[in-house]
Nanobody
């Protein structure tokens, strides 16, 4: 089974940057969708960005467009999320997740039913335990 371990979270001032990493182990030589999600206190988990392990395709939530960049570093088996221009509303626990998926897009990962972990055909295979990001004003 695929295992995911996030790191890189921390405390940063508004306007600052952070780079999150998610080390992936145990995955096979097949196509996966991978994504970053976050959960603010008192709110549901939401999708932030997603990408494919085989296709040059990325998707972003509106809140992340232009500020966050998702990248799969295959040499390090690591999914990265570079975050810039951070704001207090970006505060939350950030999780990475993965799902074997042979399709031509991973944008579906950002849907609410997927981000909140609802059972069904698009349920994700594995989740990490998360890394905390706190942005002070």
């Amino acid at each position: 089974q695929v295992q995911l371990t996030e790191s890189g979270g921390g405390l940063v001032q508004a306007g600052g940057s952070l780079k999150l990493s998610c080390v992936v182990s145990g995955y096979r030589n097949v196509q996966y969708c991978m994504g970053w999600f976050r959960q603010a206190p008192g709110k549901e988990r939401e999708g932030v960005a997603s990408t494919s392990t085989s296709l040059n395709t990325t998707s972003y939530a509106d809140s992340a467009k232009g500020r966050f960049t998702i990248n799969l570093n295959t040499a390090k088996n690591t999914l990265e999320l570079q975050m810039t221009e951070l704001q207090p509303e970006d505060t939350g626990m950030y999780y990475c997740a993965i799902r074997q998926f042979p399709g031509n897009t991973c944008g579906w990962m950002l849907a609410k039913r997927v981000a909140t972990g609802q059972p069904g055909v698009y349920a994700l295979d594995s989740w990490g335990k998360g890394t905390q990001v706190t942005v002070s004003s």
